[in-house]
């Protein structure tokens, strides 16, 4: 059985005292592929470096998150640029639309989303999204750009079931972590009425621990309990749920 975690941010310092052997938990549970996003150039070295010691397993993205989105924002934009013109990614993201920590560089936030949707046509790469209280934004925006070229994963889904058949309309695919294992996540409530082939598995570690681990430090070895609570959820077995979603994640990243 073979898993992957379409987003994982392995190169946290949440993860500095014990990171190979997280990583090792991980692939021992069966996690072979992590897709790794961006957050802004602080993080870029140690990416790569991850990158190096696991060259079969790790998979980089470039991007500028949106709560990253700051008065340099354009030069963060650049660097972006550079890495992609300079290292192998297999995404644009994270990018997108945060506004429940601040709302003040809303404006940059659309315009830094709006140029790396761009930037990911231009390299014909997905986008990963963020999307945070900001799903009429982020629709707008995809709506302007969408196309046959423009594809990708709502990372973290944590919409309704409109705004997830919505989401497939722009050719994304649902990030689903720890959230659905949540007694108020809401979202196991309609998703087997979703397609399973428009579905993803991820942890978003070290963020967002599915139950029983809600509250800790979430790591890539936990994407088990998402599979166990999709395995309910669709009434299928998790081995199925595993073919199913690694595929589709082929789909997406062409790797």
Known sequence: MILTDTHTHLYSEAFDEDRDMMIRRALDA???????????SAYTEAMI???KEYPENIFLMAGLHPTHVKENYK???????????????????????DLYWDKTFLKQQQEAFVHQI????KNKLPIVIH????????????????????????HCFTGTKEQAEKAIVYNMKLGIGGVVTFR????????????????V??????????????????????????????????ALP??????ITTANSKEVFGR
């Open 30 to 40: 069966g996690v072979k592929r992590f897709f790794v996003p961006a957050i802004d």
């Open 131 to 154: 999307c945070r209280e900001s799903f009429d934004d982020i629709f707008e925006i995809l709506e302007q750009e969408k196309g046959d070229d423009l594809y990708g994963i709502f």
């Open 49 to 51: 470096q991850l990158e």
């Open 75 to 97: 030069e963060e934009l650049r660097h972006v640029e550079k890495v992609l013109e300079q290292h192998e990614c297999y995404a644009v993201g994270e990018t997108g639309i």
């Open 201 to 234: 598995l991820e942890t978003d570690s070290p963020y967002l621990a599915p139950v029983p681990y809600r509250g800790k430090r979430n790591e890539s070895a936990y994407i088990i309990q998402v599979l166990e609570k999709l395995s309910d959820v669709y």
């Open 118 to 121: 761009r930037l990911a046509k």
């Open 184 to 199: 108020n996540g809401k979202i196991d409530q309609f998703l087997n009425q979703i397609d399973l082939k428009h579905i």
């Open 238 to 243: 998790q081995e199925e749920i595993a073919r």
